[in-house]
């Protein structure tokens, strides 16, 4: 396509990833409405919270890593 500039593929890549995070973290918000004392139901969801910071932050390392030349 000779109108296309460039590849984006690390617009995708975060595109992708955001949908991730957005999953991970409603699983996670998910667990929070419990009207139990003790719920461990959902306690291994908990885990996906430490993956929505790493994806977050993969995501802002490469939109940095394309910005700067």
């Keep these: 396509m000779p109108h296309k500039r460039a590849n984006p593929v690390v617009a995708e890549n975060n595109c992708g990833m955001h949908v991730d995070v957005m999953a991970e973290f409603m699983k996670v918000m998910m667990t929070l409405v419990s009207d139990l004392q003790r719920d461990l139901r959902w306690s291994c969801v908990m885990r996906s919270y430490s ?8 995501q802002l390392i490469n939109t940095e890593s394309c910005l700067i030349p």
Excluded: E, F, K
């Design 51 to 58: 993956a929505c910071m790493t994806y977050g932050y993969q």
